[in-house]
């Protein structure tokens, strides 16, 4: 009665431990290149005319995966997340007494709020010292040069974190009127304030693609250990079958919404590689350690359930703030969206799609 209660008799259905142990290594092999093929194709993209990161093209792309994120916290891991924590192998209370699951969601997503706050801020110091050093280091060669500068400017033509956001400020000030989709006249007439305020706002813009790409994995790879150990755990072909091509297109959607993110943040080369591995490698590691398991992994186990639950909320909590924050928002309310009324449309159309044909996955996973 307690197996069928807590669904452990429904995994003896179709069970064959040696056809379901040759079905893993299948299943980490195409997990893998699934998610080496999605999260590469930005990552060399950007070395191609059309699909630079600056590009219509790659905007297009990252509305797409904007809409995959999006559907993956809502609809996968949320969904997950809520069976584990009402499973009837859970005690009463206090699981049953409470919704954590919107709770620790909710959680996850003002943490997340937090950590990006905090790590902008951490980044836009750490550039900043580091262009107070390289300014300290021409102190006495180019004095003469400094005479008349802006504040916070440098004598490359940056300007200092502190004076950027002064700077900035001052030049939206002087220039509130006028059409927000033609700055041409500006540029002309002041040149070289202009091109202080676009250093400013470029670089702002770059530590927060390095924020949002270093937070984005940190929720999608948190998920990824969790449906590799659930598949590896698995000794039902019928189950592991369906979980292969789902999970390789899920993980193939997720990379490329992850590359796209990584390849705006312009990290080195080392850095890149390292982040782009640390995904692709992730699920099929879960695969390989609940493979390893399975004979000893109850995965009805209340303390299985708990972690599986509370993983997955708060993977999703991360992952929707992100999708609507840091990328739907981000794109969808800029200068540029709301100028060019064609790519406001394939924009909108492709982050339907996304999250459509991410939504349709969890018929199978």
């Keep these: 009665m307690t197996n069928s209660t807590c669904g452990g008799a429904e995994s003896d259905l179709c069970r064959d431990e040696p056809a379901a142990f040759v079905l893993k290594f299948i299943a980490m092999a195409s997990i893998l290149l699934a998610g080496m093929a999605g ?25 797409f995966a904007a809409g ?26 206090p699981w049953s007494k409470f919704p954590f699951t919107g709770f620790f969601a909710m959680m996850a997503a003002l943490f997340t709020l937090l950590l990006d706050f905090v790590g902008t801020q951490y980044y836009e110091r750490k550039q900043g010292m580091n262009r107070a050093v390289d300014e300290q280091a021409r102190v006495g060669t180019s004095e003469e040069g400094n005479v008349g500068k802006v504040f916070g400017e440098e004598e490359s033509g940056g300007m200092h ?36 305020a676009l ?27 969790i449906i590799g150990l659930s598949l590896g755990v ?72 708990i972690a599986e639950g509370i993983l997955d909320a708060l993977s999703a909590g991360i992952l929707v703030y992100m999708a609507l924050v840091d990328l739907i928002a981000a794109d969808f309310l800029s200068k540029r969206m ?6 406001q449309l394939v924009s909108y159309c492709m982050l339907f799609l996304g999250a459509g044909l991410m939504s349709s996955l969890a018929i199978w996973a």
């Design 68 to 93: 995959v994120i999006l559907a993956t916290g809502f609809v996968h891991m949320l969904s997950d997340a809520t069976e584990a924590l009402n499973s009837p192998c859970l005690p009463e209370f």
């Design 338 to 343: 709301s100028c060019n009324f064609r790519l």
């Design 161 to 196: 974190i502190v004076g950027m956001h002064a700077h900035a400020a001052h030049h939206r000030h002087n220039h509130p009127h006028g059409d927000a989709c033609d700055g041409g006249g500006i540029v002309k007439e002041h040149g070289h304030d202009h091109s202080h």
């Design 199 to 225: 250093i400013a706002a470029n670089e702002e813009t770059d530590v927060r693609h390095v924020v949002v790409s270093q937070v984005l994995e940190l929720g999608i790879v948190s998920h990824s250990v």
């Design 39 to 63: 999260i590469a194709i930005p990552l060399i993209g950007k070395h191609r005319r059309y699909l630079r990161t600056d590009g219509n093209l790659f905007v297009a792309a990252k509305a």
């Design 234 to 305: 698995s000794q039902s072909p019928c189950a592991i079958r369906p979980l292969i091509a789902a999970l390789s297109f899920h993980q193939f959607f997720e990379g490329f919404a992850l590359g796209g993110c990584i390849s705006q943040a312009q990290f080195k080369a080392s850095s890149t590689t390292i982040m782009a591995c640390f995904f692709a490698l992730t699920t099929p590691i879960g695969v390989g350690i609940g493979t390893g398991i399975a004979s000893v992994y109850n995965p009805y186990s209340p303390g299985a359930l």
